[in-house]
């Protein structure tokens, strides 16, 4: 006569090692699994394009704003700061969504007699801030 399983314990056994075996859904769980990773790249990527683009655009409207403090009969750097800040203001209204930051712009005069433009934005990101 057989030994009846009765016990809790073997039948979990039992059960654990059935499931242990059967490998339907496989697929299902791998890519339930995978799913947020590729959400997080895919989003990330348009981060990254995004940061990219603005970069470009920031680096336009200061080359134009540096070209236009250049051209001005003006040689101090007050006088440069103000020029340069309101052509490059004029210039990054193309662009309502990317905040410029003033207190980080700066023109400046060298000793080669070359004006020297850089500027900081602010940008929304999906995923992080870049």
């Known amino acids: 006569m057989a030994p009846r399983i009765d016990s809790p314990i ?6 654990l090692r059935r499931l242990w075996a059967d490998a339907r859904g496989n697929a299902a769980m791998l890519f339930g699994l995978s799913l947020p990773v590729l959400i997080l790249i895919s989003v990330g990527g348009v981060d990254i394009h995004r940061a ?4 470009v655009n920031l680096q ?11 051209r ?4 101090e750097d007050a006088d440069l700061q103000r020029v340069g800040l309101a052509a490059l203001r004029a210039n990054m209204q193309a662009y309502p969504d990317v905040i410029l930051r003033e207190a ?3 023109f ?3 000793d080669e007699n ?4 850089s500027s900081k934005v602010d940008v929304k990101a999906l995923v992080a801030n870049i």
Do not use: I, Q, W
């Open 114 to 117: 070359v004006v020297v433009a």
């Open 52 to 55: 990219s683009t603005v970069r």
């Open 72 to 75: 001005s009969s003006y040689t």
């Open 10 to 15: 073997l039948y979990g056994l039992k059960f």
């Open 108 to 110: 400046v005069l060298n």
């Open 60 to 70: 336009d409207a200061l080359d134009a704003a540096a070209l236009a403090a250049a």
């Open 104 to 106: 980080d712009t700066s």
